[in-house]
Structure formats: C-alpha cells, structure tokens
C-alpha cells in the first residue's frame, strides 16, 4: 500500500508534448503580449503625434507673435514719422511768422518810425555831416596787414590776452587812418 506518492519531474523527465490547456494558456499569452507590444506602440504613436502638433501650435503662435510685433513696430514707426511731420509743419508756420515779421520790422519807414518817435532820433543837418575821404589802396593795405596779424600766433599767451592785443592793434591801425 502506498501512502503518499510525489512525483517529482526532472529537466530530463519533461513531457515534450504540451497539454492542450498548456497550448491555450501559450496562445492568450503570446496573443496577450502582441496585443500589450501593439498598445505600447500605438501610445508611443500617439504621443510622438501628440509633441508634434504641440510643437506645431508653438512653431506657429511664435511666427505669429513675430510677425505682430513687426507690425506693432511698423505702427509705431508710421506714428513717430506722423508726429515728426506735423512737428516740422508747425516749425515752418512758425518760420513763415517769424520771417514775415522780421520783414515788416526792417522796413525802412517802420525803423524810421521808431528812431524818430520811441528814441526820439532827428536827421542832422547838413552842417553836421562830415565827409571822410579814405584812399582804397592804404585800406586795402592796412586789411592784409591785419589778416596776417590775425593769423600770427603769439606763443606763452593766452586766447584773452592774444585776443585783446590784436584788438589793441587793430583800433590803433584803424585811428591812424583818420
């Protein structure tokens, strides 16, 4: 009588031939890993699809964003030209004043008017005029004399003091003519 049996299988003693449930249970397997490989390759699809149209939408907006602040850059140009023309405008007008102004101050009657009546100026009579006859040639000499004087550099003086002794020079070249 036998009490307890153990059968104990050993690499070599391994049936070879599958049972059929064994057969069944390869298949869902295999089936099962097809099926996990082909789901891990669609989510890796889709999220590859997923970064592309993101970095689709990013490639755009940043085009857009550009191509808007170009234009923002345009307008602002077009309104700093706009607003430096309607300057220069007023600064002609102002122009045109001024000039018209200057034109009606210089007139020889309104001077005329003003040196008579505001600085109460009269014409002198003709035994107040004196006539000064100068000859051209001694001018003509005594101006290059003075162009060469203002053109010598005196040196260890300063601007003031070179300044002040051709002045000197030239108001006494300028006496000894009269």
């Known amino acids: 009588m036998e009490v307890?049996?153990?059968?104990i299988y050993y690499p070599e003693e391994v049936n070879s031939k599958p049972l059929k449930s064994d057969k069944r249970k390869l298949q869902k397997n295999k089936?099962?890993?097809k099926l996990q490989q082909q789901n891990k390759e669609m989510q890796k699809k889709y999220r590859q699809e997923k970064l592309f149209f993101c970095a689709m939408i990013l490639?755009?907006?940043v085009i857009s964003l550009g191509l808007l602040l170009r234009y923002v850059m345009i307008t602002e140009a077009r309104h700093d030209i706009h607003?430096?023309?309607?300057?220069?405008?007023?600064l002609k007008n102002?122009?045109?004043?001024?000039?018209?102004?200057?034109?009606?101050?210089?007139?020889s009657n309104r001077v005329e008017f003003e040196a008579t009546e505001r600085l109460e100026m009269i014409y002198p009579d003709t035994r107040e005029i004196n006539?000064?006859?100068?000859?051209?040639?001694?001018?003509n000499r005594i101006a290059n004399h003075l162009?060469?004087?203002?053109?010598?550099?005196i040196p260890n003086q300063g601007f003031l003091?070179?300044?002040?002794?051709?002045?000197?020079?030239?108001?006494?070249?300028?006496e000894a003519l009269f």
Do not use: G
């Open 31 to 33: 089936k099962r890993k």
């Open 147 to 153: 162009e060469r004087l203002d053109n010598r550099e």
């Open 94 to 107: 102002d122009e045109r004043t001024l000039r018209i102004e200057v034109e009606s101050l210089a007139r």
């Open 4 to 7: 307890a049996r153990e059968v």
């Open 161 to 174: 003091e070179k300044a002040n002794e051709n002045l000197r020079q030239w108001f006494s070249r300028v």
């Open 83 to 90: 607003q430096l023309n309607a300057t220069i405008m007023d």
């Open 59 to 61: 490639m755009i907006s």
């Open 131 to 139: 006539y000064i006859q100068v000859d051209s040639d001694e001018v």
